[in-house]
C-alpha cells in the first residue's frame, strides 16, 4: 500500500488514464468503466478501476503541475507495477493553425522545469512518447474523424507565466502550453513504461478563443474514449 494513493496490491489495472482533475477522473469512469470501483479517495484525489470493452482500465487523478504528477506517477510505477500511463488533459494553444476542441497527440514535451536538470545532475532530457502507444493513437483518431495534431507541447511550472516563454517556445513550433507531461514523460522513460499525452485545446491562448461548456464536455468525452481505446489496444 502507497503513501499517497493506498490502494491495496491488485487492485489498480496495468493500464491507467490520468487526467489532472480528480472530479475529471470520476466522470471518465462512471460514463466509460464498467463496474467501476473507487480504490482511492485519499485527498479527494480519486482513483478508480474498471472495465472497458472486457479489459481492466484505472482512472487515477493527478493534480495540477510536475511535482503532483510524479508523486502518483511514482507510486503507480513502483508500488502498483503500472505499464501504461495515458494523461488526459488541456492545454492552450500557441500555434495560430490550432482551435479549441482540437486534439494534441504529445510526442515531446519541453519544460521550464528543474525537476529532470536535478534528477541528470544538470543534463538537459529530451523526453518523449511511447511510439506504440503514439501510433495507435494516431490511427484510432483518423478512423473516428478528431481532428488532431502530433507535435511537441510544452510543461510549465506557471500557469499564470509573464515572461516571454510564450513567444519563445512559439518560434520553435511548440504546439500547447500545459503543466504536467514533461514529467510524465521523463518518469516513463526512467522507468521503462510506456507513456502518451493526449490534450484537448480548451483555450486558444493567441486569440482569447474558448471552448464553451458544453464543447468542452462533447470533447473531453472524445478524448477520454481515444485515450481508452488506445490503452486497450496499444
Known amino acids: 500500500m502507497s503513501l499517497h494513493i493506498g490502494a491495496e496490491n491488485g487492485e489498480i489495472a496495468d493500464r491507467v488514464l490520468l487526467p489532472g482533475d480528480p472530479l475529471r477522473a470520476e466522470w471518465i469512469a462512471k460514463k466509460f468503466l464498467k463496474d467501476p470501483i473507487c480504490y482511492s479517495r485519499i485527498r479527494n484525489m480519486f482513483g478508480f478501476t474498471g472495465s472497458f470493452r472486457g479489459q481492466r482500465v484505472s482512472i487515477q487523478g493527478s493534480g ?3 511535482p503532483s504528477i510524479s508523486l502518483y506517477l511514482h507510486e503507480l510505477f513502483v508500488d502498483y507495477n503500472v505499464q501504461i500511463a495515458i494523461r488526459v488533459g488541456t492545454c492552450g494553444a500557441i500555434q495560430e493553425s490550432l482551435r479549441p476542441r482540437d486534439l494534441i ?12 536538470r536535478r534528477a541528470l545532475n544538470g543534463l538537459d532530457l529530451a523526453p518523449n512518447a511511447d511510439f506504440g502507444l503514439l501510433s495507435c493513437a494516431v490511427t484510432e483518431a483518423k ?22 516563454a510564450l513567444d519563445r517556445f512559439k518560434e520553435y513550433g511548440v504546439l500547447g502550453l500545459e503543466m504536467e507531461t514533461s514529467a510524465l514523460y521523463s518518469l516513463a522513460l526512467r522507468h521503462r513504461r510506456r507513456a502518451l499525452s493526449i490534450l484537448t485545446v480548451s483555450d486558444q ?18 478524448m477520454a474514449e481515444l485515450a481508452l481505446m488506445t490503452a486497450i489496444s496499444a
Open 64 to 66: 495540477m503541475g510536475a
Open 105 to 116: 497527440l504529445a510526442i515531446t514535451a519541453s519544460t521550464d522545469s528543474a525537476i529532470n
Open 143 to 164: 478512423q473516428r474523424g478528431l481532428s488532431h495534431v502530433v507535435g511537441g507541447v510544452a510543461s510549465m511550472d506557471l500557469f499564470y507565466d509573464t515572461t516571454d
Open 205 to 222: 491562448i493567441l486569440t482569447g478563443e474558448k471552448l464553451s461548456a458544453e464543447d468542452r464536455e462533447n470533447s473531453l468525452a472524445d
